[in-house]
């Protein structure tokens, strides 16, 4: 931490007028004692420094000229450093009253808003850099665990709310938990997504083939897009196989089928989604969602299954990153599959599959 006489180093361009020129530097000492006083060691506390130097100088850059921009990338604690400068900087100017005019406060508090357009330009460009380079796909699963944990807690604490844990709802408030439920539930999806498309797209959840209820997995997915049905007043039918017991792999088909749902419910206005599961033989099961929506233009059809593709707003995806569809096509691969579809705009759209599940007499 450095005392009360802190000097700042000053720019060989022309000064601001008198005023504002003080006013800056006031701040900026200012904001160096203030980061200054939280510096964890003496190489933060430089680095504070230079950050601050950098800030400021690039305020007085573009207060003085228009559209010239810094020779140098803005150093990294240059957003707070910026933010820390604006505070006082502000201050200081309240401080001086009427000895600045409001013209010139008007020409550094836009200065100060255009370094920080450039500041947020650069971390973009950084964050693009890391996620190109090495350690980009680890990049991407860090932020989808990141977004899943408190997106969890929201599903619990909604559902819990919803069934009447901490005491009685009405109707409207049960519908609106619903739809928090669903909300959040498509949020920790696209994150999941993100994972799984960092991963492969392709790792089926459970390692081995397990018995499971065709019935029950239906029934899950069903619970889970039931109140952003009856927002939009559809119907969820649900056709379960002959045989209700299988062995296969539960876990990654409950997460296509739910996809696959979510996305004919988002299409269909009017109507209904039916999930279907029709035994071909004692082994051989295709399974199907199909919605009475607006179906697919032909135009989307060839990328349909592109991740990360550029699509316009009323395209057909999960997501913008048109990552669902694609994890849904790897996923019923992994099972042996392949995930077709049918289509017809205005009639609605089907999407299928047949995978291997035999039957089993019990769980």
Partial sequence: MRDEETTVP??????????LDEALAR?????????????????????????????????????????????????????????????????????????????GILLLLDAVERVHEIIERDDAHRFSARLAGHGGLELLVEVGHDLRSPLASILFLAEALRTAQSGPVNSVQERQLGLIYSAAFGLSTVAS??????????????????????????????????????????????????????????????????????????FTSTGYVEIAAHSLTRTRVE?????????????VMSSLFDPFRRRDPGDYAFSSAGLGLSICR?????????????TSEKHGTRFFFEIELPVVTRL
């Fill in 10 to 19: 000053r720019s060989s361009a022309p000064a601001l007028p008198l005023t």
């Fill in 27 to 103: 701040a900026t000492a200012l904001a160096m004692r203030e980061l200054g006083a939280k510096a964890q060691s003496a190489h933060h506390d430089a680095d504070v420094r230079d950050s601050i130097t950098w800030v400021s100088e690039a305020v007085r850059t573009a207060a003085l000229t228009d559209g010239s921009e810094p020779r140098t990338h803005p150093p990294a604690p240059a957003p707070l450093a910026l933010s820390t400068l604006r505070a006082a900087l502000l201050a200081e100017l309240r401080a001086a009253g009427a000895g600045v005019d409001g013209a």
């Fill in 193 to 266: 997504d993100v994972i799984a498309f960092a991963r492969g797209g392709d790792r089926l959840i459970d390692p081995k083939p397990e018995p499971f209820s065709m019935l029950a997995i239906m029934r899950a997915v069903h619970d889970i897009v039931k109140p952003l049905a009856e927002e939009k007043g559809l119907t969820v039918l649900l056709v379960p196989p002959e045989s209700d017991f299988r062995v296969g792999h539960a876990g990654a088909l409950n997460r296509v089928l739910l996809n696959l749902t979510t996305n004919a419910l988002k």
């Fill in 287 to 299: 399974l199907s969602v199909r919605d009475t929506g607006r179906g697919i233009p032909p135009e």
């Fill in 330 to 342: 790897k996923l019923v691969a992994a099972m042996g599959g392949t995930l077709g579809v049918e």
